[in-house]
């Protein structure tokens, strides 16, 4: 919607729409699309370069019967499937189906510092997460090992970089190290995919590593 | 079984069902030669748009028959391309095609050609099955295909689509079979990043459009 000013990148968008992220990453993107419409209709651009591919593609030869079976199927399923209303809470729907809910529904871990966060899928090292970051607080310090793209769904941030509100992402790589701190006066809660785990650098934190999977 | 069409009777069929969307179907005529092949001036992204409209609104099987026959083949080529094997491929595109009767009605020809919208679905289904997770997809928009889309919204969509085609037939080869490799998921995105060189310059009026459609819906 209106208001966002951190993108996502083309080289993203299309990863997902030829379906090439890693499954935590398609998560975060499917939720960006959701909020703003620049990024919908970039992936709409992508995605006609998959009508493209698929118009251009030579024939394969089908089973013989292959209209029949399909059509045998379509008899066996007279049900038609029904248009998924968007959300109306803080989730966009596709967080709002692994979530469950909104945020009342998120199972929340402490962080120790009042930050909390909420794994929901990891696979192969790559993972999303929820994190809560208490207004005026730090998420501890971290460099990263591979990528991490962080989007905003409720309050705002700032880095060292610029400000992140409500529908921004930020992508980083191992060659920032940045220390996002939540704005006074609302409480930050953020989707966070990354592609390896993070190594924190504080004492504590670095301690609580192991425990908590960041 | 009796109802069953076969691929040399469409003709006829296909013309009532194209009554039902007189608009779209416009001032281009069916023509199906005696073996049942449908001519290339027929392939056109109207041409889909009216069958998927006939099947969203009469459940014509005859639309559905020919779009199968144009699509089947391909959607199968692109599952084998993407690494499943033929009897995968077979079973993952009889259940895309079966989606596609079942999502005719939320098929909105003002946002998308039928290529892509096929598209979008076989890919789901290919991460479903080769992947093994429902890939998340973005909600839908606060208004819904219900509403019928503005008929020069989607000439204007559609002829952009066949634009961009175009556009992309003409790349150089190289910069073509990236793309491809990239839509089969051979590339990693960082990969696309590094080697598609992104084709932006091909879908750029295409965005345009999209955004405005989407900003015009939006007031």
Redesign the interface.
């Known amino acids: 919607m209106n208001g966002i000013k951190h993108h996502i990148s083309d080289d993203l968008l299309m990863g997902y729409a030829a379906g090439a992220l890693p499954q935590a990453f398609d998560l975060v993107v499917a939720t960006h699309v959701s909020l703003s419409d620049d990024a919908r209709a970039r992936l709409a651009g992508f995605e006609e370069l998959g009508g493209v591919v698929l118009s251009d593609m030579e024939e394969a030869d089908l089973a013989e019967d292959s209209l029949e079976q399909t059509l045998a199927r379509i008899a066996g399923t007279p049900v038609r499937e029904k248009r998924v209303e968007p959300s109306r809470g803080i989730f966009p729907e596709p967080l709002r189906k692994i979530v469950g809910g909104d945020e009342d529904a998120v199972k929340w871990r402490s962080l120790g510092t009042g930050a909390k966060q909420c794994v929901l899928q990891t696979e192969d090292g790559v993972s999303a997460r929820l994190l809560y970051i208490p207004a005026g607080q730090a998420m501890p310090e971290h460099g990263h090992r591979g990528m991490e793209l962080t989007l905003v769904l409720k309050g705002a941030y700032r880095d060292e970089t610029d400000r992140f509100g409500r529908g921004d992402v930020e992508f980083a790589d191992e060659d920032m190290d940045h220390t996002p701190i939540a704005e006074a006066g609302e409480d930050c809660i953020c989707i966070v995919a990354t592609d390896q785990r993070l190594r924190f650098k504080g004492l504590l934190p670095r301690i609580a590593q192991p425990f908590i999977g960041i | 079984?009796s109802n069953?069409?076969m691929?040399n009777d469409h003709a006829e069929q296909v013309a009532a069902a194209g009554g039902s969307c007189p608009i779209l179907l416009g001032p281009r005529r069916y023509r199906a030669a005696h073996d049942g092949t449908v001519t290339p001036t027929e392939k056109t992204e109207l041409h889909w748009v009216a069958c998927v409209t006939a099947i969203a609104k009469d459940e014509d099987?005859a639309s559905?028959?020919l779009l199968?026959?144009h699509?089947?083949?391909?959607?199968?080529?692109?599952l084998?391309?993407s690494g499943a094997d033929e009897s995968l491929?077979?079973e993952c595109?009889?259940?895309v095609?079966?989606t596609i009767?079942?999502?005719a009605?939320?098929y909105d020809a003002s946002?998308?050609?039928v290529?892509?919208?096929?598209?979008?679905i076989?890919?789901?289904r290919?991460?479903d099955l080769l992947?093994r997770?429902a890939?998340?997809?973005?909600?839908?928009?606060?208004w819904?295909?219900?509403r019928e889309p503005d008929q020069a919204d989607v000439m204007a969509l559609q002829q952009e689509?066949e634009r961009?085609?175009a556009a992309?037939?003409q790349l150089p080869e190289k910069q073509r079979i990236l793309?491809?490799r990239?839509?089969?998921?051979e590339?990693?995105?960082?990969e696309?990043?590094a080697e598609?060189g992104?084709?932006?310059g091909?879908?750029?009026s295409?965005?345009?459009l999209?955004?405005e459609r989407?900003?015009h819906a939006?007031n």
């Open positions: 079984m069953m069409l691929f099987k559905f028959a199968f026959r699509f089947a083949p391909r959607v199968k080529a692109f084998i391309k491929a077979e595109m009889q259940d095609m079966a009767w079942q999502k009605h939320l946002r998308a050609s290529a892509t919208w096929i598209f979008t076989a890919r789901n290919k991460i992947r997770y890939r998340p997809e973005p909600e839908g928009l606060p819904g295909p219900e689509t961009l085609a992309i037939r793309i491809e990239a839509y089969f998921g590339l990693t995105h960082s696309i990043a598609t992104l084709p932006l091909t879908i750029k295409r965005i345009r999209a955004l989407l900003r939006m």
